[in-house]
């Protein structure tokens, strides 16, 4: 079992900042594929990001990219999204989620294939 714990939420206004944070544990981190997606009010859960388990590679939703920024450290067992340039259609509840491959610089986009989530941390993003 692997427990992840998201934080660094919060409200924020257009064009600020924000850093989300995901600390993992449980089992070893550097074998596990990270993501992060998010969930508007009425809307489904949607990938913003993905990292691979060595950090080489990472993808980004186009309505992301550009602005936001995955990164892992694994020594730390925590990966982190850096969201710059905020826009009110950023605000969503967003998680972490991991799964566990063999590839070192495979990433995982699609929601389905994550064995685990956190609890999610709220972002609102004001106009």
């Known amino acids: 079992q692997v427990q992840l714990v998201e934080s660094g939420g919060g409200l924020v206004q257009a064009g600020g900042s924000l850093r989300l944070s995901c600390v993992a544990s449980g089992r070893t981190f550097s074998n596990y594929v990270m993501g992060w997606f998010r969930q508007a009010p009425g809307k489904e859960r949607e990938f913003v990001a993905g990292i691979s388990r060595s950090a080489g590679r990472a993808y980004y939703a186009d309505s992301v990219k550009g602005r936001f920024t995955i990164s892992r450290d694994n020594a730390k067992n925590t990966v982190y999204l850096q969201m710059n340039s905020l826009k009110p259609e950023d605000t969503a509840v967003y998680y972490c989620?991991?799964?566990?491959?063999?590839?070192?610089?495979?990433?995982?986009?699609?929601?389905?294939?994550?064995?685990?989530w956190g609890q999610g941390t709220q972002v609102t993003v004001s106009s």
């Open positions: 989620a991991a799964v566990r491959v063999l590839q070192s610089n495979m990433v995982v986009m699609a929601d389905r294939e994550y064995d685990y």
